[in-house]
Nanobody
Framework: QVQLVESGGGLVQAGGSLKLSCAASGRAFSGDRMGWFRQAPGKEREFVAAVSGSGSSTSYGTSVKGRFTISRDNAKNTVYLQMNSLKPEDTAVYYC????????????????WGQGTQVTVSS
């Protein structure tokens, strides 16, 4: 059974930083691409970042490029999202996603999802 457990969310002031973690279990981790998405109240789930199975290739959403960094540690079966220069508009529930073979930018491109972790950025 594949499981994804996010952690590291919380309340931070604008301009601050947070680092999210997503611990994966249930099958060979290094074979799966991993992604982060976010969803604010009343909005659709939005692509944030993705990393290939080896970690050599990354992609970012336009609104976070240059501020967020995705990485993974295959020995620990964990993917990370370092978020710097946070803005109030970054407030959302952040979801970890795994697997899939379609576009990394789409929700439909992933098979497994975590339960999410809340990130709140105050102004």
């Amino acid at each position: 059974q594949v499981q994804l457990v996010e952690s590291g969310g919380g309340l931070v002031q604008a301009g601050g930083s947070l680092k999210l973690s997503c611990a994966a279990s249930g099958r060979a981790f290094s074979g799966d691409r991993m992604g982060w998405f976010r969803q604010a109240p009343g909005k659709e789930r939005e692509f944030v970042a993705a990393v290939s199975g080896s970690g050599s290739s990354t992609s970012y959403g336009t609104s976070v490029k240059g501020r967020f960094t995705i990485s993974r540690d295959n020995a620990k079966n964990t993917v990370y999202l370092q978020m710097n220069s946070l803005k109030p508009e970054d407030t959302a529930v952040y979801y970890c996603a795994r697997g899939g073979s379609y576009s990394v930018y789409l929700v439909s491109g992933y098979i497994y999802w975590g339960q999410g972790t809340q990130v709140t950025v105050s102004s």
